[in-house]
């Protein structure tokens, strides 16, 4: 815990989310659906990943991928 909130700012829990946020992205920007993007990037469902990339990215899904 300390190692990383003295590496990268913040504890491992977030890091965690940071690093699955940027696999969806990644996988919405080439082209896949958003429930299929939910699903392989590890959200339990579209409204999961919905609401994590609101808290953590401030913008829908929609305008973070455009």
């Known amino acids: 815990q300390r190692k ?3 590496t990268f700012g913040y504890g491992p829990k977030t890091l965690a989310r ?3 946020l940027q696999t969806a992205v ?4 080439s082209g896949r659906p958003f429930a299929d993007v939910s699903v392989s990037a590890g ?3 579209q409204a999961h990943l919905s609401r994590d990339v609101k808290a953590l990215a ?3 899904l ?3 991928v455009a």
């Not at 990644?26 to 920007?29: E, Q, S, T, V």
Request: proline letters at 5%.
């Open 43 to 45: 959200y339990a469902d």
């Open 58 to 60: 401030g913008v829908p």
């Open 18 to 20: 940071i690093l699955r």
């Open 4 to 6: 990383c909130r003295s």
């Open 26 to 29: 990644a996988l919405a920007r």
């Open 62 to 64: 929609r305008e973070l």
